[in-house]
Nanobody
Framework: QVQLVESGGGLVQPGGSLTLSCAAS????????MGWYRQIPGKPRELVAA???????NYADSVKGRFTVSRGNAKNKITMHMNSLKPEDTAVYYC?????????????WGQGTQVTVSS
């Protein structure tokens, strides 16, 4: 079974930086994309950043120029470096992996990691 393990969340001051990592394990036929969603208190879950197998990236307008998602050392591992963090970035961040499997299209999710930006 595919599992996604997230790490790197924590408490940081406004203007600070934090790096999140996500590693997927298990058998995957084809990875279409990986990335991060976040759940800000009181708001709908939103896509923060995504990276495709071709290494093209997409970012929410609110994080462009501040967040960077990239491939890690392992094939199904991604890292998101978050700079110039704002209190509005406080959220639970969820890693996802969109895959094509023999049984069909499947999305896998991590359990979430808390990021808190506060002075």
């Amino acid at each position: 079974q595919v599992q996604l393990v997230e790490s790197g969340g924590g408490l940081v001051q406004p203007g600070g930086s934090l790096t999140l990592s996500c590693a997927a394990s298990g058998t995957i036929l084809r990875v279409n994309s990986m990335g991060w969603y976040r759940q800000i208190p009181g708001k709908p879950r939103e896509l923060v950043a995504a990276i495709t197998e071709g290494s093209s990236t997409n970012y929410a307008d609110s994080v462009k120029g501040r967040f960077t998602v990239s491939r890690g050392n392992a094939k199904n591992k991604i890292t998101m470096h978050m700079n110039s963090l704002k209190p509005e970035d406080t959220a639970v961040y969820y890693c996802y992996l969109d895959a094509a499997e023999v049984a069909g299209m499947t999305d896998y999710w991590g359990q979430g990691t808390q990021v808190t930006v506060s002075s």
